[in-house]
C-alpha cells in the first residue's frame, strides 16, 4: 500500500525515553539545527512528556534526528490522536481517506508480519509517576513508524565493554548526548583538554569527526599504572585511547592525544576546532593540579630553588575550578571557528546554585544549561555555549569592569563543600565519592 500524503501538513510524534530527561529538548534542538530547522512543538506542549508532536518537519527531518538521538526511542507520522478511543476515531477519520484503509480505516493489501512495508502503532500516555499509573491512558496516539533512536549505542559502547577505561570514564549515553549538543558532524575536528581515558572522542569519532586531546596526566594519556578493571591489577600495553577507537571501527579519525597542561596551551594561535567537549576535573578524588614553578607561588623564599642551571624544573601547583573555566572559556573563544560549540560539565553545591555560577565569556553564548542531579546536595550542570563572535581587546576590558563576566569564586570550595554534606548523610565519603567519581571527571 503506497502513501501519498501532502507534506504540508503532517505532524511528528517522537517517543522519548525517561532517563537523561533534561537532556532531551536541547539534544533534539541542536540536531534540527543541522538541518537548519527551528524546535516547532505541537499544542499544549509537555517537556517532560514521554510524547512530542512537531510541526513543520519532512520525512527527511526526522529521520535525520533519529539517526543520531539517544534521547528519543522512535519517531512516527501521526495519524490521529485523543484523550479517548473516541476522539482518537474521529481524529482519524479527518485524516486523508486515500492514505487509510481495519474496521473505520479499512486497510487494503496483504497483511506481511515478516517484511512488512509499513509499520502502525498504537501509543498510550499514561504519564510519568510510576507510582500513579492511572486506569485508563491519559492520552492516545496513532500513527506509522518511521524510524527507532540510536538507544543501542549505550548498550554497544557501554564503559564495561571498553578497551580503556579510567575510575572516571564517562557513561556512554551521556558521551553521544554531549556530542550531540555539540553539533558533532562528520570532518569536524573535535578537542578534548582533559581527555581522560577518552569516551568523549569515541562518541564524536562514531559521527565521523576527528579526534584529538591533551591531559596533564602521563599515566592516563599512555595507559600506564594499575587498572581500574576488577581483577586487574596492572593495565596492559595496548590498553590506550587508539586502541578504543580501534575497537569501535574509527581509528581512521584518531588524530592524538599529548600530554599538556590545560593552564598552558600548546596552540598556535587561530581558530582550529569545529567542536569542544569536555568534563573537567572536579577534586573529588584529589585537589585539581596545575605545573608551574616555585617563582608562581607567593610563598617562594628562594625562586631560583626550581632552576637547575638553565633548567626548569616544574612544580604541581592548585588549579582551582574558578580558574579552570576562565581557561577553558578563553581557550574555546580563540580556538573554535564560529559557530563551534563548547560542552562541559560543571559540578556545583546545589543549596547555593543560582543562575551567576554559570561562567560566561563575552565571545560565546549560552544555549542550553541543563542538570544532573548527583545527591541530594551535589549535582552536575551540562553547559553548551556556541562562539558568537571572534576575541577583541575590549572583551579583557569587559571581566575587568562587568561582575556578569568574572569568574565566580565559589567554585573553589566545591571539593570543601561536597565532602561537608556527605557526613550529614548516611550514605558514606566512599559509596558518595565513587558514585560522583563514575558520573564523570573525566
Same mark, same amino acid.
Given at each position: ?156 559502547? +557501554? !564503559? ?10 564517562? @557513561? ?5 548526548? &554531549? $556530542?550531540? =549538543? ?114 608562581? +607561588? !607567593? ?10 642551571? @638553565? ?5 604541581? &601547583? $592548585?588549579? =582551582? ?122
Amino acid at each position: 500500500m503506497a502513501i501519498h500524503c501532502s507534506r504540508t501538513c503532517l505532524q511528528y510524534l517522537i517517543h522519548l525515553a525517561h532517563d537523561n530527561v533534561d537532556f532531551r529538548l536541547p539534544e533534539i534542538r541542536a540536531l534540527l539545527s543541522l538541518r537548519g530547522k527551528p524546535f516547532d512543538q505541537g499544542e499544549n506542549f509537555k517537556e517532560k512528556s514521554p510524547f512530542w508532536r512537531l510541526n513543520g518537519l519532512s520525512e527527511e527531518d526526522v529521520n535525520s534526528i533519529m539517526a543520531r538521538t539517544v534521547c528519543a526511542k522512535s519517531a512516527f507520522e501521526l495519524w490521529g490522536h485523543g484523550r479517548t478511543h473516541i476522539e482518537l476515531r474521529t481524529s482519524l477519520l479527518k485524516y486523508p481517506t486515500e492514505n487509510m484503509a481495519m474496521e473505520y480505516l479499512s486497510f487494503e493489501g496483504r497483511v506481511n508480519l515478516r517484511n512488512p512495508k509499513h509499520i502502525f502503532c498504537l501509543l498510550e500516555d499514561y504519564g510519568t509517576d510510576p507510582n500513579d499509573i492511572p486506569d485508563e491512558p491519559l492520552y492516545i496516539y496513532f500513527g506509522r513508524w518511521i524510524a527507532d533512536g540510536q538507544r543501542e549505542l549505550i548498550r554497544s559502547h +557501554s !564503559v564495561k565493554n571498553r578497551h580503556f577505561i579510567g575510575n572516571t570514564s564517562m @557513561d556512554a549515553g551521556l558521551s553521544f548526548i &554531549m $556530542a550531540n =549538543h555539540a553539533r558533532v558532524k562528520a570532518y569536524d575536528l573535535v578537542y578534548d583538554p582533559f581527555v581522560g581515558t577518552g569516551s568523549l572522542l569515541v562518541a564524536c569519532s562514531h559521527f565521523g569527526a576527528y579526534v584529538c586531546g591533551t591531559d596533564i596526566d602521563y599515566n592516563t594519556i599512555h595507559g600506564i599504572g594499575k587498572a581500574s578493571r576488577k581483577n586487574q591489577k596492572w593495565r596492559g600495553p595496548d590498553e590506550n585511547i587508539r586502541a578504543n577507537l580501534r575497537q569501535y571501527g574509527s581509528e581512521k579519525l584518531y588524530v592524538d592525544v599529548l600530554v599538556s597542561d590545560a593552564s598552558k596551551p600548546i596552540w598556535r594561535d587561530g581558530v582550529l576546532f569545529d567542536a569542544i567537549i569536555t568534563d573537567p576535573p572536579y577534586g573529588i578524588r584529589e585537589s585539581t593540579r596545575r605545573t608551574g614553578s616555585q617563582k608562581d +607561588s !607567593v610563598n617562594s623564599v628562594k625562586p631560583s630553588e626550581d632552576y637547575v642551571g @638553565d633548567s626548569h624544573v616544574p612544580v604541581s &601547583m $592548585a588549579y =582551582h575550578l574558578s580558574d579552570i573555566f576562565t581557561d577553558l572559556l578563553n581557550f574555546s573563544a580563540h580556538h573554535l571557528v564560529i559557530g563551534g560549540r563548547l560542552v562541559y560539565w560543571l559540578p556545583i553545591y546545589r543549596p547555593e546554585y543560582c543562575e551567576e555560577m554559570v561562567p560566561l565569556n563575552a565571545c560565546l553564548r549560552l544555549v542550553s544549561n541543563c542538570e544532573q542531579t548527583l545527591s541530594s546536595h551535589t549535582s552536575r550542570r551540562l553547559i553548551t555555549m556556541e562562539k558568537i563572535k571572534e576575541p577583541e581587546e575590549t572583551d579583557a576590558l569587559a571581566h575587568l569592569s562587568d561582575p556578569h563576566f568574572s569568574p565566580y569564586q565559589g567554585h573553589n570550595a566545591f571539593r570543601e563543600k561536597y565532602f561537608s554534606g556527605i557526613s550529614k548523610r548516611t550514605l558514606t565519603g566512599k559509596e558518595e565519592t565513587n558514585k560522583m567519581a563514575t558520573n564523570g571527571g573525566e
